[in-house]
Nanobody
Framework: QVQLVESGGGLVQPGGSLRLSCTAS????????MGWYRQAPGKQREWVAT???????TYADSVKGRFTISRDNAKNTVYLQMNSLKPEDTAVYYC?????????????WGQGTQVTVSS
């Protein structure tokens, strides 16, 4: 069974930076596409960024140029480097793994980590 654990959230001033980490258990990490999502109070969860098993990356327009997603397969970890943070980036950030096999595609979610951008 796959487990995902996020870390690195906290309180930061506008214009500051944070790096989030998500570490996965098991042996499926290197074969999975990994993504970051976020959910602000009173809003629906939204997609932020994705990195494929081949390290191809895509970003939501709201974070493109400010956030960078990367992965280290040797550490079973995906990162989200967040620069030039804005108050509207405040949300709980979730890690997601998409694993495709002969049995179909499985989706796994982490527990989330809080990011607060405020002066």
């Amino acid at each position: 069974q796959v487990q995902l654990v996020e870390s690195g959230g906290g309180l930061v001033q506008p214009g500051g930076s944070l790096r989030l980490s998500c570490t996965a258990s098991g042996s499926i990490f290197s074969r999975s596409a990994m993504g970051w999502y976020r959910q602000a109070p009173g809003k629906q969860r939204e997609w932020v960024a994705t990195i494929s098993s081949g390290s191809r990356v895509t970003y939501a327009d709201s974070v493109k140029g400010r956030f960078t997603i990367s992965r280290d397969n040797a550490k079973n970890t995906v990162y989200l480097q967040m620069n030039s943070l804005k108050p509207e980036d405040t949300a709980v950030y979730y890690c997601r793994a998409d694993f495709a096999s002969a049995l179909g595609t499985r989706n796994y979610w982490g527990q989330g980590t809080q990011v607060t951008v405020s002066s």
